[in-house]
Nanobody
Framework: QVQLVESGGGLVQAGGSLGLSCIAS????????MGWYRQAPGKQRELVAE???????NYADSVRGRFTISRDNAKNTLYLQMNSLKPEDTAVYYC?????????????????WGQGTQVTVSS
């Protein structure tokens, strides 16, 4: 099973910056897309940004121009640089990875989530 571990959350004032990291580990797997999602209290989980193996990115409108997603394929590591943070960015941020197991056991697709890391932006 692919395991994801996030780090880097915390408390920051509005206008400040934070960086998140996510490391994927496991046996015999190949990741296609990695992404960051967030969930604020009382709200549904939403996509923040995602990046393909080839480097194509997709951002939520609310973070485009302020957040930058990147990944190191050799290290199976995902990053999110968050600048110009706003109080409405406050949420638990989750790392997601989708890909396939190389086999022979296990084999097939996977869709894994990290445990989440809290980001709090004070006004």
């Amino acid at each position: 099973q692919v395991q994801l571990v996030e780090s880097g959350g915390g408390l920051v004032q509005a206008g400040g910056s934070l960086g998140l990291s996510c490391i994927a580990s496991g046996r015999r797997f190949s990741i296609n897309t990695m992404g960051w999602y967030r969930q604020a209290p009382g709200k549904q989980r939403e996509l923040v940004a995602e990046v393909s193996t080839g480097g194509s990115t997709n951002y939520a409108d609310s973070v485009r121009g302020r957040f930058t997603i990147s990944r190191d394929n050799a290290k199976n590591t995902l990053y999110l640089q968050m600048n110009s943070l706003k109080p409405e960015d406050t949420a638990v941020y989750y790392c997601n990875a989708r890909g396939v197991y190389s086999g022979p056991i296990p084999i097939g697709p996977f869709d894994s989530w990290g445990q989440g890391t809290q980001v709090t932006v004070s006004s």
